[in-house]
């Protein structure tokens, strides 16, 4: 931020247009319905009754509670559990199973996408070829990437890792609730998979959709930020990003900045455009975020008032 003027930011930010506005909230809509069907879709399997449009609210808390907490956008999931056990009438167990199953189709989908966008950054030149220290950090991250799938086939096969290792902990410590919750929920993660695998595909084809909104999303706020970019060099930029939200930091605070700053003038574009691309990132986030949690004791208030 120190080494671009603001005058530069601002300019940048004003070619948007009031429509291209329009159009970007209107995909952050559609991206935030995908990632909620995905959700949807897992619970209803199994309670049908589920309300998908409560889904998008309690969807908006859990992810505003994340964005706002240190670490790389997780910790919401307990309030996740919480909104259905609480107001939906699901077992904790179920609901727990429930966001295990959804948490591990984001992650396949996330860790997908950096696949795939390492890859692009390889061609584009972000990373750099042939160097046997680049290749090295690769192997633990490959690894990394293949565990979300590698968990589901497990699950599937009636084998439970998480189960595992709690069991191991358990020898060593005084037993506690929650690790006897994550057992059975993992069980009944590993039933999911076998007794619904026509949902699992749906539920892992609306997450894959809501990464391509993204990937949309951001080519179309690079195009209007006049970045003209190919679909490596966004699939690369946007893989640059997701990692800065993998940081420590509160929405990948600084991180995220940094990143795209560095990808766009690796592209040949002012840093003032990588500087636009990631208040525009913020702003959307931002909005999620704060109307998360704005909604978050309705979750709680407002079912129960509605029943009475």
Known sequence: MRSVPLIEIWDTLRQLKLWQIGVLLLLNVLVLLAMTARWWIILRAENPNIPFLQLIRYRLAVFGLSYFTPGPQVGGEPLQVIYIQRNHGVTFARATAAVIMDKLLEFLANFILLGIGLTAAFRVGLVTRGSTQTIGSLIPLAA?????????????????????????????????????????????????????????????????????????????????????????????????????????????????????????????????????????????????????????????????????
């Open 144 to 308: 990394i990437l293949l565990w979300p799938l590698v968990h589901l086939v497990l699950l599937y096969q009636g084998r439970y890792p998480f189960s595992t290792l709690i069991r191991a902990a358990m020898s060593l410590t005084k037993k506690q609730k929650w690790m006897r919750l994550i057992i059975v929920s993992e069980r009944m993660a590993g039933a999911f998979t076998r007794r619904h695998p026509k949902s699992l595909l749906i539920a892992l084809f609306f997450s894959l959709l809501s990464w391509a909104g993204m990937a949309a999303e951001y080519f179309m706020v690079a195009g209007f930020l006049q970045a003209q970019l190919t679909v490596q060099q966004t699939l690369a930029a946007l893989t640059a990003a997701l990692f800065a939200f993998l940081m420590p930091l509160p929405g990948g605070l600084g991180a995220l900045e940094a990143s795209q700053v560095y990808v766009m003038t690796a592209f040949g574009y002012p840093a003032a455009v990588g500087i636009g691309i990631s208040l525009l990132m913020r702003a959307r986030d931002i909005l999620n975020g704060g109307l998360g949690l704005l909604l978050a004791g309705r979750g709680f208030t407002g079912d129960k008032q509605d029943e009475h």
